[in-house]
Nanobody, 115 residues
Framework: QVQLVESGGNLVEAGGSLRLTCEVSGITSAIFGLGWYRQAPGKERELVAGLPRSGTTYYAESVKGRFAISSDNAKTTVYLQMNSLKPEDTAVYYC?????????WGQGTQVTVSS
């Protein structure tokens, strides 16, 4: 059974930092990519940062220079380091894994940035 469990979301003041963690288990096939998405109230879910198996790491324009995605070598843990947080970063953040056996989402973790 595939499971993705996010953690690290919290309430933080503008300018602060958080690190989100996604623990991945149950993936038995090749992983094509890892990503962090977010969804703010009333808005569509958007890709924030993507880490493909090969190719260039992707960052949404709104987070470039502030956020960094990384993973361990085994791709069992995915991180999102978020610095210089802004109120507009407030959202539920989701981890996604795309593998040969399918695409999987975590349950989300709430990030709230106060002004």
């Amino acid at each position: 059974q595939v499971q993705l469990v996010e953690s690290g979301g919290n309430l933080v003041e503008a300018g602060g930092s958080l690190r989100l963690t996604c623990e991945v288990s149950g993936i038995t096939s090749a992983i094509f990519g890892l990503g962090w998405y977010r969804q703010a109230p009333g808005k569509e879910r958007e890709l924030v940062a993507g880490l493909p198996r090969s190719g260039t790491t992707y960052y949404a324009e709104s987070v470039k220079g502030r956020f960094a995605i990384s993973s361990d070598n085994a791709k069992t843990t995915v991180y999102l380091q978020m610095n210089s947080l802004k109120p507009e970063d407030t959202a539920v953040y989701y981890c996604k894994v795309e593998a040969m056996q399918g695409a999987y989402w975590g349950q989300g973790t709430q990030v709230t940035v106060s002004s």
